[in-house]
Structure formats: C-alpha cells, structure tokens
C-alpha cells in the first residue's frame, strides 16, 4: 500500500459520519485516481466512481446521472454507513459547483447519506467553485508530489536517482529510457498542465509568456529573481503583476512557485523578489540537456538540484498544514530556506560553508529574528537522506523546544 499516511487519513474520514465533501487536489500524475480506488476497495458499504474525463459530454446532466447512482446505492446498503461516490477530474463539467452544491443541500435536506469524493487535478479548481459555491461543505485534502521515501519504498530508488527523476510514479519505469522518460514529463505533465488545467480553466492574455515564466523557473530553480529582472529576461513580458499572476497559476498547478524572502511584516513579503522553486525535480531534468550520469559529475549542477529536491520536499509537506517556507538574503548573506509554523522559526542551511556568503548568513539572521533551530543538511551535519526520510512535522517539533544560543 503507497501513499499510506495519506490513505489512512482519507479512509478515516469516508468512514466516519456524513460530514462535509471530501476533495483531494493536487497536480497531475501523483495517485489521486489510484488512490480513490483503494479507498473503494477498503470500504464494506456501495461505492460509485465516474470519470469527467472522457471523450463524450459531460455536462450538469451527466453529472446528475452519476449522483443518482449514488443515490440508489444509498438505498441498496445494508447498514447505516450509506453509500460512497467518487467524481474524478470534477473541474472539466462546466458550472460543476453550482450542479454539486443542489446535489449536496438536497441530500442533506432529506438527510440521503452518500459521501463524496471530488477529485481534481490541481488546486485550480478552488477558484473554480470551491471557495463560493460550496463554501461550508467540503475539506480539501492536499495530495503532493511523491517523496524520497514513497519513491524508494516502491520503486526502491537510490538517493541520487530520486533527486534526478523527481518522483511521478507513471515515468518510474521508464528512467532506464531517459529520452523517453524525458517526453512523457513534458508531454504527458508539463503540457497537458499548462494547456489543460491552467489555460482551459483560467483567461490567459499571453499563453507564450505563461510558458516562458514556466521555463525561467524550471531553469532558475533556487534563484532570486525580481520581477524587473524577469522582465528583463523575457518577451513580450507585460508587467509585473502579470509575472506575478502566471506564477501563482503555475503554483496552484503544482509545477513552479516562488518562495517569499522571510520578513517578520508579511506585507513586505508579499512584495519581495520570489526566489523560484519546482514542485518536482524532474520538470528541470526532463528539459535538461544533461544525462543522469553527466548531472552527478558536474559538481555545481548537481548542487544546484540537490538544493531544489530539498526545496521540493518542504513545499510539498507543508501543503495543508499551517508550516510556510521562506528564504533570506541581504546581499551577499543569505539562509536557503526559512521555515515558519506559528511562533517557530528554524532556518535550513544546504553545507554552508561551500558557497561565500552562506557562512554568516544564518549569525545575522539569528540576531534579527531569533529561530528556534539552525539546521544544517551536509555530511558533518544531518545527512541528506535523513532529511528527506524525516517528516517535517519531526524537524518543527524540534524546533519548538528552545535551545542554547550560540556563544
């Protein structure tokens, strides 16, 4: 069973009482589908699951038709745990929210018991309905990018492949083929995501320069970038705030986001220079012109990535929690990632007495705001792999307890 936290945690909440709407969102090719039908395959009472995804219609009507199923399955259960429906890649029915929230009021008017599971294909589909339609009626539960340790558990990858291949499990077995797994990312995950879950769903003025932004943060992983500077950098760019806006598209995608500088008044931070970071290795390396074997051997590169396998990991284990993630830099002092949960802070430091600058970095960061914890991956320090093998909740539990300042 893979993915077994997160399993555990759907089950938990299909099985108990008729609550609220469960909907799982997160980007394409992580095991939403899969794991919806291993959920069906733990639960003793009536299930349905239906696709949106298809080549014919599917409208209000045929929307209505897969509730009714459910409606009757409802009917047919022996006992009072009611019945289970599963809607997948729900954003693609047009004004699906306002079908589902009439759905849902009159089921719970005549208190019909059918759980629901919605599944989209990234966290777009909040703006899609979520937020207003169906607000009061659903919890999202967020599904990552697969980590080290799901990677290594079922594919029993090493280290320094799960850093070069990033982690969907469809292109797993291909990476023996690296010119073939390289096109299903792009053309089965990077192009269906940009032309299917972003444009179709979203006004694009410039679909090009969405692309471009795309390429400059896959290119620039682990660089700070402002906004002029991207302008500088691309086409046709616009402005600012339409930079600003194809990257929040691209984040809510699941694909390439841009990490905050850290400031204890957030509203500077919303104005910072973003320093830009993957969701997944593997949508650098699959556009790379570096084979697996040449990356390891170019030192500077393979730092470079290592950096962004471990910036990957953090944004994708704090999706659904209150923990953010932030960097710092004042010129030439910098601390790679900043993590920030409630009253905690704790700084993470990539082996920093290799790159000038990075050595003080965290001393004048620790004068300014006090972190709990310093933590520094190296081989002195706390191993890479442990990092990645330890959940963040671990490293933020430790951070809360406080600790001697450095003399």
Request: charged content about 25%.
């Amino acid at each position: 069973m893979y993915r077994r936290p997160l399993y555990q945690k759907v089950l938990e909440r299909i099985k108990g009482p008729k609550g609220f709407m469960q909907v799982l969102a997160g980007p394409r090719q992580v095991g939403k589908s899969t794991l919806a039908h291993q959920i069906r395959d733990s639960i003793s009472f009536p299930s349905h699951y239906a696709s949106a995804d298809g080549s014919s219609l599917r409208d209000s009507e045929w929307l209505e038709r897969q509730w009714e199923i459910g409606r009757l399955n409802v009917q047919k259960s022996s006992n009072s745990d009611g019945a289970l429906l599963i809607l997948d890649e729900i954003q693609k029915i047009p004004n699906w929210s306002d079908t589902v929230k009439e759905l849902w009021d009159d089921d719970v008017a005549h208190n019909v018991n059918l759980k629901v599971l919605l599944l989209g294909s990234a966290t777009l589909l909040i703006q899609t309905g979520l937020g207003e339609s169906l607000a009061g009626r659903f919890e999202v539960i967020p599904v990552p990018h697969w980590s080290f340790e799901e990677c290594r558990d079922a594919f029993d990858w090493t280290l320094e492949q799960y850093i070069y291949f990033g982690g969907y499990p469809g292109a797993a077995t291909l990476i023996s083929d690296e010119e073939r797994w390289s096109r299903y990312i792009i053309d089965s995950i990077i192009e269906t995501s940009i032309s299917r879950d972003i444009m179709l769903m979203t006004r694009i003025h410039k679909p090009t320069l969405l692309r471009r932004v795309f390429e400059l943060g896959c290119h620039y992983t682990g660089h700070v970038f402002s906004y002029q500077k991207m302008l500088g950098q691309l086409q046709d760019a616009g402005n600012a705030s339409t930079l600003a806006h194809y990257l929040e598209l691209l984040s809510k995608a699941g694909l390439v986001t841009g990490l905050e500088k850290f400031f204890a008044d957030r509203l500077r931070q919303k104005i910072s220079s973003p320093k830009l970071q993957v969701f997944n290795t593997a949508l650098t390396t699959a556009q790379s012109h570096l084979s697996y074997e040449n990356t390891k051997q170019d030192k500077e590169v393979w730092r470079s990535l290592t950096e962004a396998a471990i910036g990957a990991h953090l944004i994708n284990s704090t999706l659904g929690t209150r923990a953010e993630i932030f960097y710092w830099k004042e010129g030439n002092l910098e601390v790679d990632f900043v993590i920030r949960n409630g009253e905690t802070i704790i700084t993470l430091m990539i082996n920093p007495g290799k790159k000038k600058g990075k050595t003080h970095g965290v001393d004048v960061f620790s004068e300014i705001y006090h972190p709990s914890r310093n933590l520094i991956i190296g081989e002195q320090d706390i191993s890479l792999e442990k990092f990645l093998l330890t959940p963040l909740e671990s490293w933020i539990e430790l951070g809360s307890v406080p600790v001697k300042k450095r003399a």
